[in-house]
């Protein structure tokens, strides 16, 4: 069956270091099994550039193609290989895959059900050759999704009934997919009872397989979804977001129903985000964490983790809270995730090394342990200077580490929770744990609260703060003022530029830039700086929607027009790509205009080489901190990561789409 790829978010990726074409079908294999599609589209050209045509490479290749969104380049490669070859079981079903997530990604619904309809014809061409369960339970779905529910049935009957037959045979243990197949056929009749015996054979054979089994429970959710009418989530523009989101969250909240059978089926564990006091420091007048107090501190959030059951844990890395969360997290065998506001050299001298030698050995004995690291601003202090402490850094760390946490448990479908170490006290400045609890709190995620003092009451709810995320720090030079702030950078490039003419370019700029400016004449919430070149612009916004919306506006008005019936090149296209960071905002004196620099500016920039036409790529902390402020209208899919220079030195990438709701 045809499970999602979305993958645990920590799994790593394997770099090229073969002599065998077997070994990089393997590998080829595994990366789009895990969800790292960049890794696999890379792995599969490789192999083929080195070794020439082959079946399996080809095979995976356009697998990988199909879910990052170059659904094209996918279907035409797929249709060289039935020519080149038998119209085998694999490709006939990869065929049926690249039309069910085009079917997936359709705005217009009569193109959805044309998709639907070229799915059925090619897993029903797989099914034909053997009737094999692989390729049934797939066109049962498919039959489902396009509304016959009692084709579907039919055809889960024989899935069901060839999956028993197996399972009488087998010898030895089944394959786990087995089970889940029995399972979903069981699911497609109603027979829910049955159904839910094999799935919980199946979880019995997956055990700690998360990704595995997360997808099996969310494709059953589906197939049950398919006959609870609910309606899909309109295309959200800006001037209708707020409804967008309360129609998104009454949709979500009705597929719910009917499940509750399907849950009981399953234990998953959770995910855990932490933020917390430090270690105090020497002469803090009000203390709040002293050393003394972490044998029962520790003992405290050792038995709050212990409720929760983390499988992953999302927190940086400061001496005290944090770095204790982290030991017990690892102890527990569980996936840490460390997000750091600057570079490592400098966080340790900002928050760890005042504590002690001790507290930097464990310091780094968590960060060689880590899943992950990521720096939220690596260029925001030196390793050396005694720079001030900058609030916008532990900020932007901040709402990143919590966007990270909802991502990573909107991707298996488990359980988030917020732990805080807090003294229910304001904090000594922006950026500490009194902000990050106002912050949870607003977005309404479960919250627990440890008091550092366990004879202290657990701390009221606190109001959100006044301010966003959005414009947190100003600046003022002696003439000029400089604000430090988090803007949305949104950068596009137009594939071919090169091939208009110079009598073309006034069809250019009337086909192309007129419209844009005309959308962006309808905005409420207008771009703050744009930048125009020949091939390249780029907009900064100050908020988040306003230029994920924008660039999906851009990517369906402009993603499949015909420029050749414009006068233009038939091959143009446009490519898109968010990213969102710490910046500095001023009017500039010699171009007379708003306009902005730092690091972050040209990290959007940086991605766009591999971004698909037609597609919009965003980095990890544009998801991160869209996750954050809980963008209902939009969905990210996981890529993988992208090797891509200093500043982005393995950079994690998603695919931003509107979302839908079936």
Not at 614 to 620: L, P
Request: glycine fraction near 6%.
């Amino acid at each position: 069956m045809d499970y999602d790829t979305r993958p645990d978010l920590s799994l790593p990726t394997q770099p090229p270091f073969s002599h065998d074409v077997l070994d990089y079908e393997k590998t080829a294999r595994e990366a789009v099994s895990t969800g790292h599609l960049l890794t696999a589209i890379e792995l599969a050209r490789e192999g083929i550039g080195r070794y020439g045509t082959n079946p399996v490479l080809q095979q995976q290749l356009a697998l990988a193609l199909a879910q990052t969104g170059a659904l094209d380049g996918a279907r035409t490669m797929l249709d060289e290989l039935l020519k080149d070859s038998a119209r085998d079981e694999e490709t006939l079903c990869l065929l049926g895959r690249v039309y069910k997530e085009l079917w997936r990604r359709a705005a217009d619904p009569a193109a959805g059900a044309e998709a639907l309809r070229q799915s059925c014809r090619y897993y029903g061409e797989a099914f034909a050759l053997a009737e094999g369960w692989y390729p049934g339970i797939n066109l049962a779905f498919t039959h489902a999704a396009a509304g016959d529910r009692e084709k579907a049935a039919a055809i889960a009957d024989k899935v069901a009934r060839r999956c028993k037959a197996e399972l009488a045979q087998a010898i030895e243990k089944p394959d786990g997919w087995l089970f889940a197949t029995l399972a979903e056929a069981l699911t497609h009749q109603r027979a829910t009872a049955a159904a839910a015996d094999y799935y919980r054979q199946a979880a019995d054979c997956f055990k700690g397989r998360w990704r595995d089994l997360a997808s099996m429970r969310r494709q059953a959710r589906e197939i049950i979804g398919f006959t609870a009418l609910q309606p899909e989530v309109p295309r959200a523009r800006w001037f209708d977001l707020a409804s967008i989101q309360q129609r998104t969250r009454e949709a979500l909240g009705r597929s719910e129903k009917g499940q509750a059978w399907l849950d009981r089926c399953f234990t998953f564990p959770s995910v855990v985000v932490f933020s917390g006091h430090m270690l105090d420091q020497p002469g803090r007048a009000a203390p709040r964490f002293p050393a003394e107090r972490e044998p029962q501190i520790r003992a405290a959030i050792r038995a709050k983790l212990d409720q929760l059951n983390p499988a992953f844990g999302y927190a940086s890395a400061a001496c005290g809270a944090d770095l204790i969360f982290c030991e017990y997290l690892l102890e527990r065998d569980a996936k840490l995730h460390l997000v750091l506001p600057c570079p490592v050299d400098a966080f340790k001298r900002l928050s760890v090394s005042y504590a002690g030698p001790d507290w930097e050995r464990r310091f780094h004995a968590v960060l060689g342990s880590a899943t992950t690291v990521l720096v939220a601003n690596p260029d925001e202090y030196t390793a050396t200077a005694n720079d001030p402490v900058s609030p916008m850094g532990f900020l932007y760390a901040n709402r990143i580490v919590t966007g990270l946490a909802v991502l990573q448990a909107q991707a298996l479908d488990f359980e988030l929770h917020a732990l805080a170490l807090w003294d229910g006290q304001p904090g000594d400045g922006a950026g500490g744990t009194s902000s990050v609890v106002a912050d949870w709190q607003r977005r309404q995620l479960d919250v627990h609260l440890i008091h550092p003092d366990s004879k202290t009451p657990l701390p009221a709810p606190v109001a959100p703060p006044p301010t966003s995320i959005e414009a947190v720090a100003t600046a003022a030079g002696d003439a000029l003022e400089v604000r430090h702030e988090i803007r949305a950078l949104l950068s596009i490039e137009i594939v071919n530029y090169k091939k208009i003419a110079e009598r073309q370019v006034p069809v250019f700029i009337r086909e192309f830039k007129a419209p844009v400016a005309q959308l962006i004449a309808e905005m409420p919430f207008p771009p703050v700086t744009t930048e125009s070149w020949s091939k390249s612009h780029a907009f900064t916004f100050a908020r988040l929607q306003d230029a994920a919306l924008f660039a999906l506006e851009l990517r369906d008005r402009f993603g499949r027009t015909p420029w050749a019936a414009l006068g233009l090149p038939a091959d143009l296209g446009i490519r898109l790509v968010l990213h969102a960071g710490p910046v500095f905002s001023f009017f500039d004196p010699v171009l007379q205009r708003s306009t902005c620099l730092g690091s972050h500016v040209v990290r959007s920039a940086r991605i766009e080489p591999i971004t698909p036409p037609g597609q919009v790529f965003a980095s990890q902390e544009f998801a991160a901190l869209c996750s954050a402020d809980d963008l209902a209208a939009v969905s990210f899919e996981f890529l993988g990561r992208l090797r891509i220079g200093r500043l982005f030195d393995e950079a994690p990438l998603y695919r931003l789409d509107r979302r839908k709701v079936l």
